[in-house]
């Protein structure tokens, strides 16, 4: 039996696109239908992209994207180099303009996400390349990540007035906890820049991670790690998503990783979405194989030459 996904169409035969089916947004086995207000509310998604498309100039970027991730999903985008998906968590994030399309984040729909208010409207995310503070410690790094939270005003803070404390206090607890799930607290007063690779990625998620997003937008998280770094970066990223529920969209090129590690899996391929599924249907899908092997292929008949 042929395995149950969600096709695309090729071209621009669609002007209107429909609302992704809520159901694609709820975890891996939950297949009951929904009773009473509280199923539907959970059952609806944290971010919707519906129809997003990119171009830079006569280059598409990725065309006609359709996504929905619901909370406590790990949402896995996988596809070749050059598929679209970085440029697309940066259109999610505002970063980029896309062309068309809408992205919707929780109840708010937008043209383009402002940037700005990614905090306000509970995004983080990480970097497919570092984009540390080098030269402020690990707690200053992950504490940055706070920096839109902060309610008391500049004087309240110079002047050291009780709310500025309070809050002060309650942003360094929460730093800590962090830190120390991520197993950083022998790191905390190092420069961050001077941490290993491995270590200075766990950083950057902390960064993400300290401001208890509903939506985290992971980058490449795992990417020049070793197998025991991935394991435990794994570790992690499960965990956040058991502590807190945040819904999870994960760019990673470790298939092996993507595939423990997610719920559901789209597949990109030169900019256009060619299978959604739970990770064995996405294994199954033959446009999915062709993709990849006519990567390997390529590759092979370059060697050959």
């Not at 694609?24 to 086995?29: S, V």
């Not at 280059?59 to 440029?87: M, Q, R, W």
Request: proline share 5%.
């Amino acid at each position: 039996m042929q395995p149950a996904l969600r096709r695309v169409r090729s071209g621009r035969d669609r002007k209107v696109v429909p609302r992704p089916d809520h159901r694609l947004a709820a975890r891996a086995g939950r297949q009951s239908a929904p009773r009473g207000a509280a199923d539907q509310d959970r059952l609806k998604p944290v971010l919707s992209v519906e129809g997003l498309s990119l171009a830079f100039g006569g280059t598409v970027a990725f065309a006609e994207i359709d996504l929905a991730v619901g909370a406590g999903e790990i949402h896995a985008v996988i596809g070749p180099n050059g598929a679209g998906k970085s440029s697309l968590i940066n259109a999610i994030t505002g970063l980029y303009a896309p062309g068309a399309g809408c992205v919707r984040i929780g109840e708010a729909a937008f043209a383009r996400v402002p940037a700005g208010r990614l905090a306000a409207l509970g995004v983080a995310r990480t970097f497919q390349n570092l984009a540390l503070f080098a030269g402020l410690s690990v707690r200053d790094n992950v504490l940055s990540g706070l920096a839109a939270a902060r309610r008391a005003g500049l004087w309240a803070q110079i002047l050291g007035l009780p709310a500025a404390r309070r809050e002060a206090r309650a942003h360094r607890d929460a730093a800590e906890t962090v830190i120390g799930r991520l197993g950083l607290a022998a790191v905390a007063d190092r420069p961050a820049g001077r941490l290993p690779y491995g270590l200075q990625k766990r950083v950057e998620l902390g960064r993400a991670l300290v401001a208890r997003p509903s939506l985290l937008l992971l980058d490449e998280p795992m990417a020049g790690m070793t197998a025991t770094e991935k394991a435990e970066m794994s570790g992690f990223i499960q965990a956040a998503r058991e502590d807190s529920g945040a819904a999870i969209v994960l760019i990673e090129h470790d298939i092996g990783v993507v595939m423990r590690l997610s719920d559901r899996v789209t597949v990109l391929d030169h900019g256009r979405r060619i299978a959604t599924g739970t990770p064995a249907e996405v294994q199954a899908d033959p446009a999915v194989i062709a993709a990849y092997l006519g990567l390997a292929d390529a590759d092979a008949d370059a060697e050959t030459a």
